[in-house]
């Protein structure tokens, strides 16, 4: 630009793109440890996908508000998309891709899936990590401690209610064993 | 009755339910390519401006950028309609809203293309923007485009069925209220996202979060220059759509161009402020309704009228505006019909189709209005309506056919299942019951644009295995039209659900289906799909029948077998074999169906709006609790029967049923776009947080009632699900409320500052008080059926009796 130039909008300066070296972390995910490298930037959820190829998480809002995200970390949810991937390691994360296991999908996963809990599924891994956390700590929830647990967590297509329905029915089959 | 089905109506689990329980489920933004390039759109932070100069050079200099795109390289106009093109891949001299793409930006990784985007500069020539409907169609602003009907004025529509005035003139009681419905969005959880992957001989493939993959085809091949033939498209599983990802979008053609230019796969995600700006949500609508009522409680006339504040593009608001005046007609006798519409143009992101298009709007102050008119008259709101049915197989005013109408059974159903006759006016102070009905199209009689052509197409491959193949271009955005395509093709062939693949949503394997819009795809995907199935079972049978030495006729197809009726198990074979017989006599098994809608009795200008091959109808009461220390209102429980004719899966259709008044519930007390006028028009709340939608608090229990009387048009007789159970809610939410606390709300959403305002004036209602002049003119008149009309404009048929004197006297 000159002198001449009609004044633009004040536009942001380029930004000084130093040589950001990648961090290299052993993540412990569904139970297998991996060695990632990744920009130290980078949050958990886009780690997971973008560097561990993990697409089962999905993202929203980017800001926290959905839930969408939500993995397990040592059993505890997780937002995985306002969590720094570096502040990870060593710990117990769990996706969506590690609740099925070599006997079958999850309890919960099986009845979200028989119930139509899962619409266009978009929120499901959220829900089926935010759900399962709930069972950890409590066998037979009722329905309005299921509400609670569950009110971090947006669904645009269900109205909730076939999803409390198969949170209780999955409660069920894990106290029957 | 319905007949009773191996599959249809039951409950098994859809079929993509696990997978998207289990991660497997591909969105678009779950693909990657080597050498993949990551694209960002740089966007107007100016309401309404000339572009000057586009200057993309430091962009480009950045390292990791490997090309940049302005809109000087894909002049070429678009929309969804071709009566509003109005749309450029990227703005090519003018932008219209915050929001609006100007350029983009393709680099190696994502925080380089963000940063590349932050680095064009664009110089813009400030032109006055306009915010307000009523100051749009003033005209005192320049206008948003060069077509129209003048001015902002996107669309005007006037037409008349019946002396309206006459009729109002002699009514009993005329009412006439004011309604606002406020606009609001899909918010689908998934970000629009589409990726590009070129072919070393030209071809490109977009793979996208879309509704439409038929109509993006279209679009992107005109824009791109290309022959359709080298384009794909897929459209991935939709993370929920709700009428959002229906347009072609500026960033799906980009990506396409993007490839194409570098030759490397390119990926777009948007942020979901950026998804705020696509929106193509809801049009705000300001409505005036004039009903003349006898003093029995028929309906002699109705004129009503509708504003819609259109945003900055065309998208689907032409249709959006004739649908406001559409569906009047549908649920209750309107012997005389008027309707004037007006749609402008304002400098905010563009409004479309949301579920339920157009509709809500009108079917929310039409259900206040009646609710208003049975009090005035002392008739109890529920026999108002029974009073006031249309009847079945029947043709309205505005000459749309009615085939089955199941709404007195879901009014009945409803009445009996919230204890109605015993509670309303009965829960005390604060606590509230109101009704309200609505009906919808089973998908648009008529396509996007003209042609002769099906709506819908399947193909049916059988393996000598005894696997079948599905292939349909319908989209599946949550909705489960995946597994009504595999539950009507085993129905009719006599597998399981899992012995049928299905290969949908991608234009060079699949027959095209127009989209997942209008609530179609059970009705149309299905017709065609049975289609499809019969001929293959018919080619199965007769060489099965020829192996078994029986008639045709007797043979069975269930449980993966085929069998004589008469000797289920002495003679029969398995599916397979039947298959391989099949296959010896005819040659490879494939075959096709296809389904075009019955053409509509009306012939008039506009009549292409509203036909359908059915309509659904629902009934809905909800229970609501006011708080009149804080105006909030909360659902307490609703109970809402549906006539969906014959439900191909129960469980399914139950599940859209509920999600129908979830999302009626957040437009009723909650959801709003909301735009700061004096801050250049910026949107609000692009965010999730601060778009309020309901979370598990708010959702109340739903009681759901399904009236299955099958509909001769529908698959199995199946009607639509997905649409028309959100339309009640919000009119019944401000009937409860005016049974709580005896306030008339009319305007939506019902917010607590409305609900104050109300109890504090004197006559006891909040919401518009004024409507602007529409200069509507002189309607286009259209006599009734029982005016004895033809269907046509009456001008118009004397033009053309005047054409046709004429060509005689010639000859």
Redesign the interface.
């Known amino acids: 630009m000159t002198d001449k130039d009609p004044p633009t909008k004040a536009a942001p300066k380029a930004p000084r793109r130093e040589a950001v070296r990648k961090a290299t972390l052993a993540l412990r995910v569904n139970g297998e440890t991996q060695e990632v490298s990744f920009l130290p930037h980078k949050t958990l959820l886009e780690v997971l996908r973008e560097d561990m190829g993990l697409t089962g998480t999905k993202h929203g809002c980017e800001l926290g508000e959905c839930g969408t995200c939500t993995v397990l970390v040592d059993g505890e949810p997780v937002l995985s998309c306002l969590a720094l991937a570096l502040e990870f390691a060593g710990r117990e994360i769990t996706t969506v891709e590690g609740l099925s296991g070599p006997r079958g999908p999850h309890p919960l996963q099986r009845r979200f899936a028989e119930l139509n809990a899962a619409q266009c599924g978009y929120c499901t891994p959220g829900f089926l990590l935010a759900a399962k956390s709930l069972l950890d700590r409590e066998a037979a929830p009722d329905r309005d401690t299921i509400r609670k647990e569950l009110s971090g967590n947006l669904c645009r297509c269900t109205g909730y209610l076939k999803i409390y329905e198969a949170v209780e029915l999955a409660a069920e089959d894990l106290r029957r064993g | 009755m319905a007949r009773s089905y191996r599959i249809i109506g039951k409950s098994p689990?859809?079929v993509?339910?696990?997978?998207?329980?289990?991660?497997?489920?591909?969105?678009a933004?779950?693909l990657?390519f080597p050498r993949m390039l990551f694209c960002k759109l740089h966007r107007a932070?100016v309401p309404h401006a000339r572009i000057?100069r586009v200057?993309t050079s430091?962009a480009e200099a950045?390292?990791g950028v490997v090309a940049v795109l302005t809109g000087a390289e894909l002049p070429t106009p678009f929309g969804i309609l071709p009566v509003s093109e109005d749309e450029h891949a990227l703005c090519l001299d003018r932008v219209r809203f915050v929001g609006d793409p100007v350029a983009a930006v393709a680099a190696v990784d994502e925080?380089t293309a963000f940063?590349a985007m932050?680095?064009v500069?664009?110089?813009?020539e400030p032109l006055p923007p306009v915010f307000d409907p009523a100051e749009a169609i003033a005209n005192r602003t320049p206008p948003l485009h060069d077509y129209g009907d003048d001015g902002n004025v996107h669309k005007r529509v006037s037409m008349e069925f019946g002396d309206v005035a006459g009729a109002l003139k002699k009514a009993d009681l005329v009412l006439e209220d004011i309604f606002f419905f406020q606009g609001n969005t899909?918010?689908?959880?998934?970000?629009h996202a589409a990726v590009a992957l070129p072919e070393a001989d030209g071809r490109v493939t977009i793979w996208s979060s879309t509704q439409t993959p038929h109509y993006l085809h279209k679009a992107a091949a005109k824009v791109l220059g290309m022959p359709p033939s080298r384009l794909r498209v897929i459209a991935c599983?939709?993370?929920?759509?709700?009428g959002g990802k229906s347009d072609p979008f500026n960033h799906e053609i980009v990506v396409a161009k993007l490839a194409l230019k570098t030759n490397r796969p390119v990926k777009i995600t948007l942020?979901?402020e950026e998804v705020f700006y696509c929106h193509r949500g809801r049009h705000p609508v300001l409505m005036r309704s004039r009903m003349g009522l006898g003093k029995d409680g028929t309906i002699a006339g109705l004129h009503f009228e509708s504003l819609l504040d259109g945003g900055a593009y065309g998208s689907y608001g032409v249709a959006s505006t004739y649908y406001t005046g559409a569906l009047q007609t549908v649920t209750y006798k309107v012997p005389v019909y008027r309707f004037d519409g007006v749609r402008c143009f304002t400098n905010k992101p563009p409004c479309g189709p949301k579920r339920g298009h157009g509709t809500p709007q009108p079917r929310f102050a039409l259900e206040v209005q009646i609710d208003k008119a049975a009090e005035k008259l002392g008739i109890d709101p529920a026999d108002f309506r029974l009073r006031n049915l249309q009847p079945p197989k029947s043709v309205t005013a505005n000459w749309l056919q009615i085939n089955t109408i199941g709404l007195r059974k879901c009014i009945e159903a409803v009445v009996e299942a919230s204890g109605w006759r015993e509670r309303r006016g009965k829960l005390g102070r604060g606590r509230g019951l109101g009704l309200a009905c609505s009906s919808y199209i089973t998908g648009a009689g008529l396509p996007i644009y003209w042609n002769k052509m099906p709506h819908s197409g399947v193909m049916v491959k059988l393996d000598r295995g005894g696997g079948v193949t599905a292939y349909c271009g319908a989209t599946e955005?949550?909705?489960?039209s995946d597994t009504v395509l595999a539950s009507c093709v085993a129905e009719i062939l006599g597998v399981e659900l899992l012995d049928v693949r299905i290969c949908v949503a991608d234009t060079d394997l699949t027959p095209v289906d127009l989209g997942s819009y209008s609530s179609r795809v059970t009705l149309m995907m299905g017709n065609a799909a049975i289609q499809a199935a019969e001929r293959a079972r018919d080619l199965v049978a007769r060489a099965a029948a020829e192996k078994l030495e029986i008639p045709v006729t007797r043979l069975v197809f269930a449980d993966n077998r085929v069998f004589d009726a008469e000797d289920p198990e002495g003679k029969g074979m398995s599916f397979a074999q039947a298959v391989v017989c099949a296959e010896a006599k005819h040659g490879t098994i494939a075959t096709a169906g296809s389904y075009t809608p019955p053409q509509s009795p009306g012939r008039y200008r506009g009549a292409g709006v509203g036909p359908t091959p059915t309509y659904s109808y629902s009934a809905c009461v909800t229970e609501i609790a006011a708080d009149e220390e804080t105006g909030g209102v909360a659902a307490r429980k609703i109970w809402i029967a549906h006539d969906i004719g014959q439900a191909i899966n129960r469980?399914?259709a139950i599940?859209q049923v509920?999600?129908g008044?979830?999302?009626g519930l957040g437009e009723a007390l909650m959801e709003e776009m909301a735009y700061r006028p004096r801050r250049a028009g910026v949107h609000k709340i692009p965010?999730?947080?601060e778009y309020k939608?309901p979370?598990?608090?708010e959702?109340p229990?739903?009681e759901t009632i399904l009236i299955e009387e099958p509909d001769d048009r529908g698959p199995f007789g199946a009607k639509e699900v997905g649409q028309g159970p959100l339309l009640p809610v919000m009119p019944a939410v401000a009937n409860a409320l005016f049974d709580a606390l005896g306030v008339r709300v009319d305007q939506i959403p019902i917010t607590p500052e409305l609900v104050l305002e109300a109890l504090g004036r004197e006559d006891r209602r909040a919401g518009p008080r004024a409507y602007p002049d529409l200069r509507a003119g002189k309607p286009v008149r259209i006599l009734t059926p029982e005016e004895g009309g033809d269907g046509y404009e009456v001008e118009q048929e004397r033009k053309e009796k005047q054409k046709r004197r004429e060509q005689r006297a010639k000859a």
């Open positions: 689990p859809k993509d339910g696990l997978a998207k329980c289990t991660g497997a489920t591909k969105f933004d779950d990657a932070d000057v200057d430091e950045m390292p925080d940063e932050r680095l500069r664009v110089e813009y899909h918010l689908p959880m998934e970000q599983p939709n993370g929920g759509g709700f942020t979901r955005i949550g909705q489960g469980n399914l599940g509920e999600g008044v979830y999302m965010s999730m947080l939608s979370t598990t608090m959702m229990e739903v």
